[in-house]
């Protein structure tokens, strides 16, 4: 059968559908671009309950925010390859040291990173409290990080720290290298709750 034999009734009814379909998946297209667009602008979080998720660590232990009610939890976005990271890390380590027989659980979220790095700037700082990667990027989404270093602090009772600090600076997130100070300042506001 020819191409003049198709029938002009079929014709128009096959570029029908597939005119539908296409349609329908640029509107599924646009709606997926529309949502990541608003994810992505939205700030970082700075109230509220902070967003349960699971850490493995890069020894083959699993921790669950949800799990550590009770805790203060300091959640430390960072990788090998950004320079200020390396400027907060022993401070992290020190308030980990200080703090975690009081009650402190610092965790450290490797960003984006090759394992072998990440193990090699773990070792260089001698940090011994919890880091894992943040396979595809989940939790750093779900905080809406904008980059590293970036440092979350979670109170006992599973909610951002509350609060403005005497800089304006909201309690619940610091951008950038957490200052000494301000680190120490955090972690016993939380562990006095």
């Known amino acids: ?12 009814t096959s570029t029908l559908i597939i005119f539908g379909i296409i349609s329908v998946v640029v509107v599924a297209l646009l709606v997926v671009l529309a949502i990541a667009v608003q ?3 939205a700030p970082p979080l700075a109230s509220g309950n902070a967003p349960d ?3 493995t660590t890069f020894d083959g232990q699993t921790y669950k925010l949800s799990e550590l009610k009770g805790k203060a939890v300091v959640i430390n976005f960072w990788a090998s390859w950004c ?5 907060e890390a022993p401070a992290l380590q020190r308030a980990w040291e200080t703090y975690k027989e009081r009650g402190l659980i610092v965790l450290g979220v490797d960003y984006v990173d090759t394992e072998p790095e990440a193990k090699k700037f773990i070792a260089e700082f001698q940090q011994t409290y919890p ?5 595809g990027t989940r939790i750093s989404q779900a905080f809406r990080t904008t980059g590293v270093p970036e440092t979350y602090f979670v109170g006992r009772d599973g909610k951002l720290l509350q609060g403005i600090d005497a800089n304006g600076r909201v309690k619940a997130n610091w951008i950038g290298p957490v200052p000494e100070d ?8 939380m562990l006095s709750q």
Request: with cysteine; proline share 8%; charged share 30%.
């Open 39 to 41: 994810t992505r602008g």
């Open 131 to 135: 880091n894992g990667a943040d396979l």
């Open 53 to 55: 998720f699971s850490l």
């Open 83 to 87: 320079i200020p990271c390396r400027d």
């Open 1 to 12: 059968m020819t191409e003049s034999a198709v029938s002009p009734s079929k014709r128009p």
């Open 182 to 189: 301000v680190l120490i300042a955090r972690v016993e506001e």
